[in-house]
Each structure stands twice: as C-alpha cells, then as structure tokens.
C-alpha cells in the first residue's frame, strides 16, 4: 500500500487548496478514504471521510462548509478541496486507508495559512 499526498504550501488566510493523494498497492474504489491533520503540539484529528463509493461524506464540525472531499475512483485518487481557509488550518495533512485490518498513512503535506 502506498499513498502519496501532494497539493500542500503556503496560502493567505481565506485563500483555497486542493490537496491530492494518489493510493497503489489495493482495489482502491473498495476502501473507505479519510484525511487527518496534525498541527504542531496537537494530536492527529480526522478531517474528512468518504466512503467507497463516495456517495457519503462526514466532516468534522471545524470544517465543515469549507472543505469538501472528492475521490475519483478511475484515478485512485482522494483530494481534499480547502476554501476559506484560516490559520488554525495550518497543519500536516495526511490521507490514510484501514485495510486487512490495518493502517496505512502518506507522508504527508504540509498547509500553512499565513499572511
């Protein structure tokens, strides 16, 4: 399994990314998607999901009317679309796939909101 993120980097508060995260190594279209953050000194927190058909979403409450998260199942991609963002966004952002029982995480991108 291998997941890799792109889409990351500096923003002015307000401003929008999109951010992508491109799977191998599974039957992608099968498998529930998810995107986490990690902010320095924080905890990784779920951002978004979606399910393997991507006709269900849930959001946390921080971010919801703002970012949204799209998959293309012909592509074996998940993005995560980022508008109105805020410095409180400012974070590592992760995609990351539960299969065969365990978890797989990218490298993660990095999303600064700063003027």
């Known amino acids: 399994v291998q997941l890799v993120e792109s889409g990351g980097g500096l923003v002015q508060p307000g401003g929008s990314l999109r951010l992508s995260c491109a799977a191998s190594?599974?039957?992608?279209?099968?498998?529930?998607m998810s995107w986490y953050r990690q902010a320095p000194g924080k905890e990784r927190e779920l951002v978004a999901a979606?399910?393997?058909?991507?006709?269900?979403?849930n959001y946390a409450t921080f971010v919801k009317g703002r970012f949204t998260i799209p998959r293309d199942n012909a592509k074996n991609t998940v993005y995560l679309q980022m508008n109105s963002l805020k410095p409180e966004d400012t974070a590592v952002y992760y995609c990351?796939?539960?299969?065969?029982?365990?978890?797989?995480w990218g490298q993660g991108t990095q999303v600064t909101v700063s003027s």
């Open positions: 990351t796939v539960v299969t065969g029982g365990t978890g797989y």
């Open positions: 190594g599974f039957t992608f279209r099968n498998y529930v």
């Open positions: 979606i399910n393997s058909g991507g006709g269900t979403t």
